[in-house]
Each structure stands twice: as C-alpha cells, then as structure tokens.
C-alpha cells in the first residue's frame, strides 16, 4: 500500500533540520539534505485524500444489524465500506 506525505510538513521539517546542521557545522550535510527538498518539490503529486476507517459495532436496533462507528447508519450486513459516510471498515493489519 503507498502511503502519501504532506509535502509542505516534511519540507518545513527537512530545511528545520538542514538549520540545525548547519549550526553544527556541518556544512554539506544541510546543503545536500536542502538539495533534496528541492528535489522534493520537482516530485509529481498524488490526488490523494485522508481514509477515514471505521468499524462495523453490534447495533441495539436489532440482533443481526450492524452499526457504522463514525457515523452511526445501521445496515443488516457488513460492508467493506459505509454506504452512508464511506468509511473504510476493511481490517488493518
């Protein structure tokens, strides 16, 4: 599974950090790690959104319902995502 960053949080991150070296003296190191923040922002981005992962909870309407633990809708069978909210209810290992 490809997992996506927040391109703007890691650059602030990498240059805080490329900071510090450079502080420490260490010169080439915080020129090559600011030489791969500027890669970074060459780098294609993904059209990509946060999961919002839920589970299926036993429902007190009735004993073979299931109900959605982000948005409460009931259902009488489990799905692999909430046909109300579409949280993903898929298992993660």
């Given at each position: 599974?490809?997992?996506?960053?927040?391109?703007?949080?890691?650059?602030?991150?990498?240059?805080?950090?490329?900071?510090?070296?450079?502080a420490n003296g260490e010169?080439?190191?915080?020129?090559?790690?600011?030489?791969?923040?500027c890669k970074l922002r060459?780098?294609?981005?993904?059209?990509?959104?946060?999961?919002?992962?839920?589970?299926?909870?036993?429902?007190?309407?009735?004993?073979?319902?299931?109900?959605?633990?982000?948005?409460?809708?009931?259902?009488?069978?489990?799905?692999?995502?909430?046909?109300?909210?579409?949280?993903?209810?898929r298992e993660v290992e």
């Amino acid at each position: 599974m490809n997992k996506y960053i927040d391109t703007d949080i890691a650059e602030k991150s990498l240059r805080k950090y490329a900071e510090q070296k450079h502080a420490n003296g260490e010169i080439e190191l915080a020129n090559g790690i600011l030489k791969a923040v500027c890669k970074l922002r060459t780098l294609p981005s993904a059209d990509a959104k946060e999961v919002v992962r839920g589970k299926w909870e036993k429902s007190v309407f009735a004993g073979d319902f299931h109900k959605c633990s982000k948005c409460e809708g009931v259902w009488n069978r489990k799905f692999d995502f909430c046909p109300y909210c579409g949280a993903d209810m898929r298992e993660v290992e």
